[in-house]
T-cell receptor, first 113, second 112 residues
Framework: AQSVTQPDIHITVSEGASLELRCNYS??????LFWYVQSPGQGLQLLLK??????LVQGIKGFEAEFKRSQSSFNLRKPSVHWSDAAEYFC???????????FGKGTSLLVTP | GAGVSQSPRYKVAKRGQDVALRCDPI?????LFWYQQALGQGPEFLTY????????KSGLPSDRFFAERPEGSVSTLKIQRTQQEDSAVYLC??????????FGPGTRLTVT
């Protein structure tokens, strides 16, 4: 069965510093991969997605992610973090059935001044 | 509004009560999903509709959970005889295609 692991429960970065959030997946075929962000009391907002093609995908709010098949990873990056980026970030993989998303447990990002 | 809306946003129920959670998807969206998000966890899939047809309900945790979408638009998730372990945020998402999912703000259910 497919699964998603986000190794870091909490991450703290200084405003202006670079960010990398890790995501590893277990899946038999080429996965469909997603990153979502959830602010307190808000629903999930899609940052970016990977289906096929170029392994470096650009998303909204200056985020990007790189699909690395050899490492079964889809890490999220941002070169310079803003205080408004503080939120919970979820990596997700498309399930075999073709619609349901299988989410990781999330990484909570804290941004310090 | 342009997005997915859910009501109520907060619900407190006494153990044993029945609750109904509503989801208004984005107009014209064929697909509708329900997820359950426990505190400190990622969302977990509950069920999926394509128009009015419930194509997958494998994630529903027990027969106390029931979902419907009778006219292929608004959906209701019903939980009978609520238990404390049902306390969670229930998220609804809609989309046009298989993996395209736009999420609502969720309903936070607290069972006391």
């Amino acid at each position: 069965a497919q699964s998603v692991t986000q190794p870091d429960i909490h991450i703290t970065v200084s405003e202006g510093a670079s960010l990398e959030l890790r995501c590893n997946y277990s899946y038999g075929a080429t996965p469909y991969l997603f990153w979502y962000v959830q602010s307190p009391g808000q629903g999930l907002q899609l940052l970016l997605k990977y289906f096929s093609g170029d392994t470096l995908v650009q998303g909204i709010k200056g985020f990007e992610a790189e699909f690395k098949r050899s490492q079964s990873s889809f890490n999220l990056r941002k070169p310079s973090v803003h205080w408004s980026d503080a939120a919970e970030y979820f990596c997700a993989v498309g399930a075999n059935s073709g619609y349901a998303l299988n989410f990781g447990k999330g990484t909570s990002l804290l941004v310090t001044p | 509004g342009a997005g997915v809306s859910q009501s109520p946003r907060y619900k407190v129920a006494k153990r044993g009560q029945d609750v109904a959670l509503r989801c208004d998807p984005i107009s014209g969206h064929v697909s509708l999903f329900w997820y359950q998000q426990a505190l400190g966890q990622g969302p977990e899939f509950l069920t999926y509709f394509q128009n009015e047809a419930q194509l997958d309900k494998s994630g529903l945790p027990s027969d106390r959970f029931f979902a419907e979408r009778p006219e292929g638009s608004v959906s209701t998730l019903k939980i009978q005889r609520t238990q404390q372990e049902d306390s969670a945020v229930y998220l609804c998402a809609s989309g046009q295609g298989s993996y395209e999912q736009y999420f609502g703000p969720g309903t936070r259910l607290t069972v006391t």
